[in-house]
């Protein structure tokens, strides 16, 4: 698991844990932006994406040319340019968006770090790990780059800290 980030808002601390590498975190909110952008009419440019997810720029450019090349996305240069879906509607599950930015072992680690964990030789956490570890595997599989901005686009979630007054 990722080490606890702080982050001040309104005075307030929060503090958020997750399993997730800041690669695919940036990812997942740059393609629900990019999303939501696209349904508008728009094509947006990676500074426009790095403001809007609350991103550092180059991080986000980097990123995005890895979704790119990938084939989650793609982009045009030049005016009219910037970032789209060639099938908007065709839906994109968080587990392909991590196949591309997270280890190809990433649903079969062991949670203590050990190199080699399994249920014949089970770290201290094997058990119960892995019923955390699959299930996360399931909701990411559930989920989709749609299903979330649906979420933003009826109230019910926000993008980025930044929405939040």
């Known amino acids: 698991m990722a080490p606890s980030q702080c982050q001040k808002n309104n005075k307030r601390n929060y503090h958020t844990i997750t399993m997730l590498g800041k690669t695919t975190e940036y990812s997942i909110r740059a393609l629900v932006y990019i999303y939501l952008q696209n349904k508008a009419g728009a094509r947006p440019g990676f500074k426009e994406i790095a403001k809007n997810i609350d991103s550092p720029e180059e991080f986000t450019g980097k990123v995005l040319q890895l979704i790119a090349r990938a084939g989650l996305i793609s982009s045009l240069k ?4 910037g970032f789209f879906f060639d099938d908007p509607e065709k839906p994109l599950s968080l587990v392909k968006v991590m196949e591309v930015t997270e ?25 119960e790990y892995a019923v955390v570890r699959d299930s996360f595997f399931e909701l990411m599989k559930k989920l989709t780059i749609q299903s979330l901005a649906t979420k933003i686009n009826q109230n019910k979630a926000v993008l980025n800290r930044l929405e939040i007054v």
Do not use: E, I, Y
């Not at 030049?78 to 340019?81: E, L, P, T, Y």
């Not at 280890?103 to 058990?127: E, I, R, V, W, Y």
């Open 103 to 127: 280890t190809h072992d990433f649903f079969h680690k062991c949670g203590f770090g050990l190199k080699s964990c399994d249920a014949d030789n089970p770290c201290p956490m094997h058990d």
């Open 78 to 81: 030049g005016r009219g340019g």
